[in-house]
């Protein structure tokens, strides 16, 4: 099956740094899908992009599908911001998300 | 819009018990998925429902089963609990139309099998 990727497994940064986590993925996908998991558990949509770029807010992403892999933005970071980071993505002829290994962040004052 | 919504929120169970989850579809999507989340790991797929039928299946023992109803809601049964079935389960909402693709989660039932 398809393999996902994701770097760095762990960040720290202080409130108000930038910066970029990584997606790499090994098949052709129709859908990719970045998503935060909170203390509880939810998981929250941040991004639907099986390719090109989107923004919203203080967070964007882009997607290289051709290259296989996807990049989140997340800039002027805030506490809030802390949790666990996933992509996910789903194959041509899958029903199932397939998710990656995740980016815990922590973000200190 | 009515977001995904699940029950219960926690649960306790002994080995060998069995146990449902519920899972009601957001608003307008036909389509709902199940993962189990172990901990520190990411959510692994158990199986899809469309239209009230199975549409593909994770790497999960026929012990877990499901079901979907005429209005989208869903149950997750799974029988004779094991210990390595403590985890988080999350359903997934998504629709056939428009973006079909992009699917939406409930806040999950944590299950402890002791």
């Known amino acids: 099956g398809i393999q996902v990727e994701q770097s760095p497994p762990d960040l720290i940064l202080q409130e108000g740094a930038n910066s970029t986590l990584r997606c790499n993925f090994s098949?052709?996908?129709?859908?990719l899908q970045w998503f935060h998991q909170n203390p509880w558990g939810q998981l929250i949509n941040l991004f639907y992009?099986?390719?090109g770029t989107k923004q919203n807010g203080r967070l964007s992403a882009t997607t290289v599908a051709t290259e296989r892999y996807s990049l989140l933005y997340i800039s002027s970071s805030q506490t809030t911001d802390s949790g666990v980071y996933f992509c996910a993505v789903r194959t041509l002829t899958a029903s199932k998300l397939t998710f990656g290994t995740g980016t815990r962040l922590q973000v200190t004052l | 819009e009515t977001g995904v919504t699940q029950s219960p929120t926690h649960l306790i169970k002994t080995r060998g018990q069995q146990v449902t989850l519920r899972c009601s579809s957001q608003s307008g999507h036909n389509t709902v998925s199940w993962y189990q989340q172990a901990l520190g790991q990411g959510p692994q797929f158990i199986f899809q429902y469309y239209r009230e039928e199975e549409n593909g299946r994770g790497n999960f023992p026929p012990r877990f089963s499901g079901l979907q109803f005429p209005n989208y809601s869903s149950e997750l049964n799974v029988n004779a609990l094991e210990l390595d079935d403590s985890a988080l389960y999350l359903c997934a909402s998504s629709s056939d139309r428009g973006t079909y693709n992009e699917q939406f989660f409930g806040p999950g039932t944590r299950l402890t099998v002791l």
């Open positions: 098949d052709s996908v129709n859908n």
């Open positions: 992009i099986p390719s």
